[in-house]
């Protein structure tokens, strides 16, 4: 295999289960709170990647940066470099009254507001998660009716969203996607999704949301929110390994 463009990331360094976040920070933080024997395997243009153990189970975090464009070409080269799953660990922002900050959206699917699809020649290949993934995300976050799942401090709801380009003309669109039962807006999934379909891999979501487009400010760093994150990504990676231990 040629050396890949932007994951200067040998084959035999990552694992065949990774969790996507789009922000580098973050995927320090998960490689430190959450992995064992954890270690950087690329720093490169800001992709920042790290492999571990997840209580036995060998998983790799990798930034993926903000949008499609760039999830698209790091879901390429990983493809590339031989991994099976990627659940993407993002954070979104509700148009649906009932998305409050602090809650956590599984997306169903994502309707694409990019020309990322279409300039990839996927335009027509529905942006869906693999239903193994998604069914294990909603199963282990014991949700699929929205509120609070026993146990649970975090509410958790189940359904489509939008993925956009524009982060900041989102507030123009984000009414009428409510009236037609969007839950949230982000920017990677609708990439993450078909891309994957097509090279051949598992995806999935669990989003954050940060705010409500609609009925609320981003709020971001709020205890609530840091809470809410812990058990996004506790889920996330209960997932890639129950998934790694199919035959």
Do not use: W
């Not at 994951?7 to 580098?24: C, M, N, T």
């Not at 950087?40 to 975090?61: E, K, M, Q, W």
């Amino acid at each position: 295999m040629k050396g890949l463009y932007h994951l200067k990331i040998a084959p035999a360094d990552i694992a065949r289960f990774v969790l996507l976040p789009g922000d580098p920070q973050r995927s320090a933080f998960i490689a430190d709170k959450f992995l064992e024997k954890s270690r950087p395997i690329n720093a490169y243009r800001g992709l920042d990647a790290y492999t571990g153990f997840y209580h036995g189970t060998r998983v790799s975090v990798v930034t993926s940066g903000m949008g499609s464009p760039s999830a698209g070409i790091v879901v390429e080269e990983l493809s590339r470099l031989g991994v099976k799953v990627i659940i993407r660990a993002g954070t979104c922002g509700g148009v649906s009254k009932q998305i409050k900050p602090g809650d956590i959206v599984i997306p169903t699917g994502a309707g694409s507001m990019t020309g990322f699809k279409d300039a990839y020649g996927i335009g027509d290949v529905p942006s869906v998660p693999d239903f193994s993934v998604l069914e294990r995300l909603v199963r282990f976050a014991g949700a699929g009716t929205g509120g609070k799942p026993r146990g649970h401090t975090t509410a958790f709801h189940v359904g489509p969203i939008m993925t956009s380009d524009a982060f900041f003309a989102e507030k123009g669109d984000a009414k009428l996607l409510e009236s037609k039962g969007i839950l949230a807006m982000e920017m990677e999934c609708a990439a993450v999704f078909s891309l994957g379909h097509v090279l051949g891999m598992k995806t999935g979501a669990l989003l954050l949301a940060t705010g409500n487009i609609n009925y609320a400010e981003q709020v971001m760093d709020t205890p609530r929110i840091k809470s809410a994150m812990d058990s996004m990504l506790a889920i996330s990676l209960k997932v890639l390994k129950d998934l790694s231990l199919e035959p």
